[in-house]
C-alpha cells in the first residue's frame, strides 16, 4: 500500500508549513517520509539537493531513535543539528513524516521551536487525517495507477535501462 | 511504501540491494550511477567507512520520467553486508518497495549468502513484511571468479522459491541494469 497525498491535504500541508517559514523567517522547510522521500518543501532551496536531503534526513532521524532506544528512550522526537552558520531543527509529525527547518541567525531557536509546536499540532491533524483516508481507501481521487499506467511505465523502464 | 501524491504528481518507490558484506551491492549502484544519463540520475551519496565498506548506505534517486503525468523515480540504496552492522541494514529497509539480493557465487561465501538471506526475512519480519509484500530478485554477482557454486546449486539453496535470477559481474556491469529492471518492474506491478 501507498502513502498517497490528495490534493486538498497537499495544500493544507503546504500552507502550513509555508505559514511557519514565514513566520520564523527559516530558509526552508521540507516534509519528508520516514522512508526517505521529500512530500512538499517551501523557501530557498536552490542550493539544496533536496532528495538527497530527505534520503538522509529520514536516515539521521532513524539512527537516532535507535540510539534512543539504546538509552532506554521510546524516541527522540525532536533533533537539533547546530552549525556555524546555519542549523537544521528536526520534528516527527503523527509518527508517519518528519518536519526538518533550515535556519541561519536571522532567526533564533526560540522562536523556531515555538513556531513548530504550532505547526506541528496542525500537520499532526492533517496527516492523521491522510492515514484514515488510505485506511478506509473511500477517497475519489485514486485513479491513475491502471493497467494502462503499469504498461507504459514498463515501457519506459525498458528504454531507460535498455 | 512507495509515496505518490497527486498534487505534485510525483510517484517515489524504495529499492534496496541486500546481501553479505563484499558481494557487490555498492559496485552495482556505482555502475548504474556511471551509466545513467544525467538528467536520469541524482547525486550518489554513499555514507562508507575510510575502507570503502558501506557504513550505512549508499543512496542513489534515478528518474523514470514522466509516466501518464507522473514524475516517477526509484530510490536506490544499499545496505552495510557486514554482520555486525544489522542495526543500519534494519533501518534502510524500513518502507522498503523492492529488495535486490547480492549475493556472492565464491563457494567460500555460501554460507554468508544463506546467513544474509535469513536476516533479510528476520529484519523484513519486524517491519511486518514478508516475500508475499515485497518483491525481491536474486542476483548471482561475482560469476568471472574461478571458485564459484554453479547457477543450479544457488539456485536450490537461495531461491527455493524460484523467483527470476540473474547471474552478473557487476565490476563489468554484466547483469547489473538486467536485475534492476526486473525489480522495477515487479515494483511498479504491484503498487496500489
Ligand atoms: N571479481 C569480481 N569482483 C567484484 C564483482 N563485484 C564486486 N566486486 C568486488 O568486490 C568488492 C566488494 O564490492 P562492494 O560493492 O563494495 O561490496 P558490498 O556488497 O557493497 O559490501 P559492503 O558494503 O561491505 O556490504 C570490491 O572490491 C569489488 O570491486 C564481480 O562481479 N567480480
Ligand atoms: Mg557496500
Request: glycine letters at 0%; zero cysteines; aromatic letters at 0%.
Given at each position: 500500500m501507498s502513502f498517497q497525498i490528495f490534493e486538498n491535504d497537499f495544500w493544507s500541508i503546504n500552507e502550513t508549513i509555508t505559514k511557519l517559514l514565514k513566520m520564523t523567517n527559516a530558509i526552508s522547510v521540507l516534509l519528508i517520509d520516514k522512508a526517505g522521500q521529500l512530500i512538499t518543501s517551501t523557501g530557498d532551496i536552490s542550493q539544496l539537493d533536496t532528495t538527497a536531503f530527505a534520503s538522509l534526513s529520514a536516515a539521521d532521524f532513524a539512527a537516532t531513535n535507535q540510539l534512543a532506544k539504546l538509552v532506554g528512550e521510546k524516541n527522540f522526537n525532536t533533533l537539533f543539528h547546530q552549525g556555524e552558520n546555519k542549523n537544521l531543527y528536526v520534528q516527527l509529525i503523527a509518527d508517519k513524516v518528519i518536519l526538518v527547518v533550515v535556519f541561519d541567525s536571522r532567526t533564533s531557536l526560540g522562536l523556531v521551536r515555538v513556531r513548530i509546536k504550532h505547526a506541528t499540532d496542525e500537520l499532526n491533524a492533517i496527516i492523521q487525517d491522510i492515514m484514515n483516508k488510505i485506511k478506509t481507501n473511500k477517497d475519489e481521487n485514486v485513479v491513475g495507477l491502471d493497467t494502462d499506467f503499469k504498461k507504459q511505465a514498463e515501457s519506459e523502464l525498458d528504454e531507460l535501462f535498455k | 511504501m512507495s509515496l505518490i501524491n497527486y498534487a505534485s504528481r510525483e510517484i517515489s518507490c524504495k529499492i534496496v540491494y541486500y546481501g553479505p558484506g563484499l558481494g557487490g551491492k555498492t559496485t552495482n549502484i556505482k555502475y548504474i550511477y556511471s551509466k545513467i544519463s544525467p538528467n536520469a540520475k541524482g547525486n550518489l551519496i554513499s555514507l562508507a567507512t575510510e575502507l570503502d565498506r558501506t557504513l550505512f548506505f549508499d543512496f542513489l534517486p534515478v528518474n523514470l520520467g514522466n509516466i501518464r503525468g507522473f514524475k516517477t523515480r526509484f530510490h536506490l540504496y544499499t545496505v552495510p553486508g557486514q554482520v555486525y552492522y544489522n542495526a543500519s541494514r534494519k533501518l534502510i529497509l524500513k518502507g522498503v518497495d523492492g529488495i535486490i539480493f547480492v549475493a556472492d557465487s565464491q563457494v567460500e561465501r555460501l554460507e554468508d549468502n544463506i546467513d544474509s538471506l535469513q536476516n533479510m526475512l528476520e529484519n523484513l519480519q519486524e517491519y511486518n513484511l514478508n516475500l508475499a509484500s515485497v518483491p525481491l530478485v536474486l542476483q548471482y554477482n561475482?560469476?568471472?571468479?574461478?571458485?564459484i557454486s554453479t547457477v543450479d546449486e544457488l539456485e536450490n539453496i537461495l531461491n527455493p522459491q524460484k523467483l527470476s535470477s540473474f547471474e552478473a559481474v557487476a565490476v563489468q556491469g554484466i547483469g547489473v541494469f538486467e536485475t534492476l529492471k526486473a525489480i522495477s518492474k515487479l515494483v511498479i506491478r504491484n503498487l496500489s
Open positions: - | 561475482k560469476r568471472d571468479l574461478p571458485n
